[in-house]
């Protein structure tokens, strides 16, 4: 399963409620800030709310077995 790595590039301040409750649900606090989370509908919401926020990057995913 892929995953997605999202860096916080902009400040939250000034954003919407909503916009600040998805950077918070991420996993972001701060500016630089980098969370690894799963390629899923719901974290592709969240990132869709924040996208002038944030960066994202796909990398390759754990294959455990």
Known sequence: MA?????????KIGGTSAQRDSLRSLGLRRIGQVVT???SPEFRGMIKTVRHLVTVEEVAGNDER
């Open 3 to 11: 995953q997605l790595k999202v860096t916080q590039v902009k400040s």
């Open 37 to 39: 989370k799963p390629d």
